[in-house]
């Protein structure tokens, strides 16, 4: 990067010069001093909440004076400014913490992982130790044996764990290395929306369109926590619902969630606590309302008389008669063996269908149904109320707004999502919009996720192909089992994905090999951010396991701490990169060039890329192929601006000719010229196909139970059985799990809700973003890291009191709030602190929820449920 193309900007800082008309002679006057010139440069917070804020660095001889945010251009709506939150502004602390890595570490010889015993190494050192040792591995195990873990905390278009990923499949003296698929944030959503709607995870109707919609119904919904930008989705969220109001229009909006958060505050009209996990039976009453009449077929209900003709058009498997006509008009539909036997008989699928289970009717009935106890019986507002403690009443309220409203619009966030019946959950929220049968219609929505105006940037891409061709991942949850055993891993027992060359899934090869090195770049997901930390420290200890960690970060985080080797890497405001809007901009798209003038810090710090570059080179492997044949970064960065500016989305941004010209101006906006399409609207209104299995919006999902028998289902070590919320079911239901507010009819399950009485919502909180920033004091003074407790469950407690949290698989200390802002029976906490123990079972000083969490993977995405947790709480130190 030229320095002459960055703005300069007048002194402001140190700047001295000599008047000479103060009578002093010239030879007594000190030499004149130069003003300083204080520079600008564009960078942007890079952290996975969503918006990627633009941020102005300023900075005076190569450090850093001040951080400013996006505050140059109108702040009017459609030019509004992509304002960044306190996170952002307080990068300047980030970069010159007092825990930044300064050098590359080394973990003394003979001290255990994690024991926090490090020796400075140079570079050259720690390339070739890794270097050797890698190349060692892959020979030794092969490429499957070395593994790169799911990160988001830097998310570049160039200098990203993407070039450690680059450097893994080109080290040593073969190609290759085991990826990972689908990830924390939306794996069961991201399933469930497929095997619904065909669609990827944010392909809602975007919130413009609320301005067309007479009724809101948000479920677990908080962007204004999450992301906090002066852009983004939830701003259009606002403006939509601001100018509804406005116009007198008809319009109501229900929150549900178990906390009141900052997206209420005045925003709704009622907030309505519920417990955890138990959406799928408040989601069931609404339907129960919808669908029941007055006969014994319920012709009369409101589902007949009004929705009826959608669900016979746009659906497939609402009732029995459904599932048999599809599989007679296609045979293949019916689940069978991989030897071609039938696994399951038309009679049993058809019996197995969304109208039966809710109204309590066929194998569903109370008394006579064959269906297990708690699949039984009509699922009506009293059921629901007594699991998911929303008052009948209110639950049918909600239920009459949706059949009385004209243009439903139905939001459901992440955080159902990452429950222990996540996949359920979903798809039993779902059936609401479906239900109402007005999809495809001004103003309404799925309930997925709402899509963006993207401004795409081209990235650094990677392989991960073998020698052969085949390529390798396992879901990003099952990696600490894929070092714990891995070698029989395979599609059945744990959704491993091989493809040969010719991209066929290979269901029955086995993985071969277990992980036997851990990259981790930019991310905290070793120790912090995966489940159960104390079933998965000890593990990473062991040495006869994964004989090679290796954490790239700017800091010591808790999951570097575990690490052999920690590499400081440079951070956001030492760079020189692209960063595109991310994955919750709204209508609002934009890009940043980011450049720097600030000095390397310590002098030792490199970039992701020269990172893997000296892994690379240090190991023996293909140089050429990591750097595609380019001299240095620069080159690659010219390319990658040649290939941004060639994506036709981004022409809105007018970005001119060259990377330097653009890191010039450094940020580039253009908002949507509309609200772009409704959801479903091409399938309702001009016939394309979905494409889900049938081609319609799948009731039952067909995909799932062509699955079914060629998965094996889960077995929990803690039960030693599957449950049934480790089964893969097709029919959307409300599922009873481990540790849920009513126990899974197992002894375990009895004795976690006897003994832990208190059901946990994990939640974002202000002061982080995920884990990123914790580190920061100042967002730790601003934001109180607390547990929430409702005044009914406070007992003796006061506020201001630390408290023990107890759940089954782990303890952490934390001070508690007592607030009426969280339901009932449920305590809120928030996620991402870091972890502070000196060994697994200790009690975690630092307050990190993966203390609690379990590894329970949900049945067909095999996602995280890190949601799911019972605690009890008693005082510390008593
Ligand atoms: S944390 Fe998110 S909203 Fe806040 S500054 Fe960073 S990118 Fe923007």
């Known amino acids: 990067m030229q320095r002459r193309d960055f703005l300069k900007l007048s002194a402001t800082a140190g700047a001295v010069s000599c008047i000479t008309a103060c009578g002093s002679k010239s030879s007594d006057s000190p030499a004149p001093v130069a003003p300083a010139e204080e520079q600008l440069n564009w960078t942007a917070c890079l952290v996975n909440c969503g918006s990627n804020c633009p941020l102005k660095v300023y900075s005076v001889d190569g450090v850093c004076t001040r951080v400013e945010t996006d505050w140059a251009e109108s702040d009017d709506y459609g030019n509004h400014q992509v304002r960044a939150c306190l996170r952002g502004r307080s990068l300047r602390q980030r970069n010159y913490a007092p825990d930044r890595l300064k050098t590359p570490l080394r973990r003394v010889a003979g001290t255990k992982r994690g024991a926090g015993q490090w020796e400075q190494i140079s570079w050259e050192t720690a390339f070739s130790e890794i270097g050797t040792k890698l190349a060692q591995l892959k020979a030794d195990h092969g490429p499957r044996s070395i593994y790169h873990h799911y990160v988001s905390g830097a998310y570049y278009s160039f200098a990203s764990g993407n070039c450690i990923r680059r450097a893994l499949d080109c080290a040593g003296g073969e190609r290759g290395f085991l990826a990972y698929y689908s990830n924390y944030s939306w794996a069961a959503l991201t399933e469930t929306a497929g095997a619904t709607f065909g669609h990827g995870a944010t392909s809602g109707t975007r919130h413009s369109h609320i301005r067309d919609a007479d009724f809101f119904l948000g479920i677990g919904f908080n962007p204004f926590e999450m992301r906090m930008s002066g852009s983004g989705e939830q701003i259009d969220f606002m403006k939509a619902v601001e100018e509804r109001r406005a116009n007198g229009q008809k319009f109501k909006a229900i929150m549900i969630d178990p906390r009141y958060t900052d997206s209420n505050l005045g925003k709704e009209d009622e907030w309505l606590p519920i417990r955890p996990g138990t959406d799928g039976a408040m989601a069931a009453a609404i339907a129960y309302e919808m669908m029941k009449g007055s006969d014994e077929d319920h012709s009369d209900s409101w589902v007949e008389l009004n ?322 044949g380019k001299a240095d970064a620069s080159e690659w960065l010219d390319e990658l601006y040649e290939q941004t500016k060639a994506k036709s989305q981004n022409a809105t941004l007018n970005l001119p000719a060259t990377y330097a010209e653009a890191q010039a101006k450094g940020f580039f906006r253009g908002h949507a010229p509309d609200r772009g399409p409704l959801t479903l609207e091409s399938f309702v209104n001009e016939g394309a196909a979905l494409s889900t299995t049938t081609g319609k919006i799948e009731i039952f999902s067909f995909k799932w139970a062509i699955d079914n028998p060629r998965r094996d289902t889960f077995v929990a070590d803690d039960r030693d059985a599957s449950t049934h919320v480790d089964m893969i079911d097709p029919t959307p239901k409300y599922v009873p799990h481990w540790q849920g507010f009513e126990d899974d009819d197992t002894p375990q399950g009895k004795e976690e809700v006897e003994n832990y009485p208190l059901q946990v919502c994990g939640y974002h909180t202000k002061g982080r973003a995920h884990s990123s920033y914790h580190n920061v004091k100042w967002l730790r003074d601003a934001v109180e890291d607390c547990v929430w407790v409702n005044p009914a469950d406070a007992g003796e407690f006061n506020s201001g009191d630390e408290v023990i949290m107890e759940s089954p698989r782990g303890k952490l200390q934390i001070r508690m709030r007592i607030t009426p802002r969280v339901a009932p029976g449920v305590v809120a906490l928030p996620e991402g602190a870091w972890y502070k123990a000196s060994a697994a079972g200790e009690v975690d000083s630092g307050g990190c929820v993966n203390t609690l969490t379990k590894y329970h993977p949900c049945p067909v995405s095999r996602g995280n449920t890190q949601h799911t947790i019972r605690v009890k709480l008693y005082k510390a130190n008593a």
């Open 307 to 628: 929705s009826r003709d959608f669900l016979n058009s746009y659906t497939v498997g609402y009732d029995a008669a459904s599932i048999r006509a599809a599989i007679a008009a296609d045979p293949t539909l019916q689940p069978k063996h991989d030897d071609g036997t039938i696994a399951i008989t038309v009679d049993e699928m058809a019996a197995n269908n969304y109208k039966d289970y809710i109204l309590g009717s066929g194998k569903f009935d109370a008394i006579t149904g064959t269906a297990p106890d708690y699949e039984k019986g009509a699922k009506d507002a009293e059921w629901a109320e007594a699991i998911c403690g929303i008052p009948a009443d209110k639950l049918r309220e909600i239920a009459s707004e949706l059949m009385a409203s004209s243009n439903p619009y139905i939001q459901i966030g992440a955080g159902p999502n990452r429950q222990a019946a996540g996949e359920q959950t979903m798809r039993s929220l779902y059936m609401l919009s479906i239900l109402a049968g007005k999809l495809g219609q001004a103003g309404t929505n799925t309930g997925e996720l709402p899509s963006n105006f993207r401004h795409n940037t081209a990235g650094m891409g990677y392989s991960y192909a073998d020698k052969d061709g085949s390529k390798a991942s396992l879901c990003f949850f099952d990696w600490v089992e894929a070092v714990k055993d891995g070698k029989d891993m395979d599609y059945r027992s744990h959704g491993v994905k091989i493809y040969n060359k010719d991209g066929e899934l290979q269901r029955d090869e086995k993985l071969g090999t277990d992980i036997k090195a851990v990259f981790c770049s930019a991310g905290n997901g070793l120790i912090n951010q995966h489940c159960d930390i104390n079933y998965t420290r000890p593990i990473l200890e062991d040495e006869s396991k994964a004989e090679l960690i290796v954490v790239t970060d700017c800091w010591l985080t808790p999951s570097a701490e575990i690490a052999d080797y920690v590499l400081p890497d440079s951070t956001w405001m030492e760079s020189n990169d692209i960063a595109d809007d991310s994955y919750s901009s709204g209508e609002t798209g934009y890009q940043t060039y980011m450049s720097s003038s600030l000095k390397p810090f310590f002098e030792s710090t490199k970039s992701m890329y020269d990172i893997g570059l000296g892994i690379v080179k240090a190991s023996g492997g293909d140089v050429s192929t990591y750097t595609d």
